[in-house]
């Protein structure tokens, strides 16, 4: 079945540091791609998207490009702040046709940034 | 604008007790609803979805149940709750049929069991 691999967290950076934080994936056809981010407390919210190959997602300074020949979608930020810290889950959409939006999660990278 | 609101934001059930959680979704008809489970430090397990009134699919074997009573309400239940039922519960939507659209989430209800 799908599935979702993650970089293990917990990862620390200090403030204006570079952020990479890997996600690859194995699919059968051809997956929709997601991050999403949950701040402490809170639900998922969507972060960004892609939904074909080559397609780079991108929102409040993060960036993931959907890589079909390494069946990855990472995400990075060029300069982090200390509001970006969170966990962040990477996810692809199932396209059976009777499932709607389900989505398979990864295991979330929590992620802290120090001032 | 579509939301979503989910209830109650935090509870604490002894072992054995009852459980009903609420969802429900304004401002969009028809929606795919979603449960989705994370346990402390881990990541999201989908535990019921429904694309319609009265039609539910679990994906895990286990003592929850879900209904969907109206179009946008969703509820989570147990006749007797475990001590493994501890969790973060969200509930989710997305548009009717469409594998594309990404899952809008709610704030959770943070489960304790004792």
């Known amino acids: 079945g799908d599935s979702v691999t993650q970089m293990e967290g917990p990862v620390t950076l200090s403030e204006e540091a570079f952020l990479t934080i890997n996600c690859t994936y194995t699919?059968?056809?051809?997956?929709?791609l997601f991050w999403y981010v949950q701040y402490p407390g809170e639900g998922l919210q969507l972060l960004l998207k892609a939904t074909k190959a080559d397609d780079k997602g991108s929102n409040k300074g993060f960036e993931a490009t959907y890589r079909k020949e390494t069946t990855s979608f990472h995400l990075e930020k060029g300069s982090v702040q200390v509001s970006d810290s969170a966990v962040y889950f990477c996810?692809?959409?199932?396209?059976?046709?009777?499932?709607?939006?389900?989505?398979?999660f990864g295991e979330g990278t929590q992620l802290t940034v120090n001032p | 604008s579509q939301t979503i609101h989910q209830w109650p934001a935090t509870l604490v059930q002894p072992v054995g007790s009852p459980l009903s959680l609420e969802c429900t979704v304004e401002g969009t008809s028809n929606p795919n609803l979603y449960w989705y489970r994370q346990a402390a430090g881990r990541g999201l397990q989908l535990l019921f979805y429904?694309?319609?009134?009265?039609?539910i699919s679990s994906e895990v074997p286990q003592n929850l149940s879900a209904s969907r009573p109206q179009d946008r309400q969703f509820i989570l239940s147990s006749k007797k709750l475990l001590l493994s039922d501890s969790g973060f519960y969200l509930c989710a939507w997305s548009p009717f049929s469409s594998y594309n659209s990404p899952l809008h989430f709610g704030n959770g209800t943070r489960l304790t069991v004792t």
């Open positions: 996810a692809l959409s199932d396209r059976r046709e009777t499932s709607g939006s389900r989505l398979t």
């Open positions: 699919a059968t056809g051809y997956p929709s």
């Open positions: 429904s694309v319609g009134i009265g039609q």
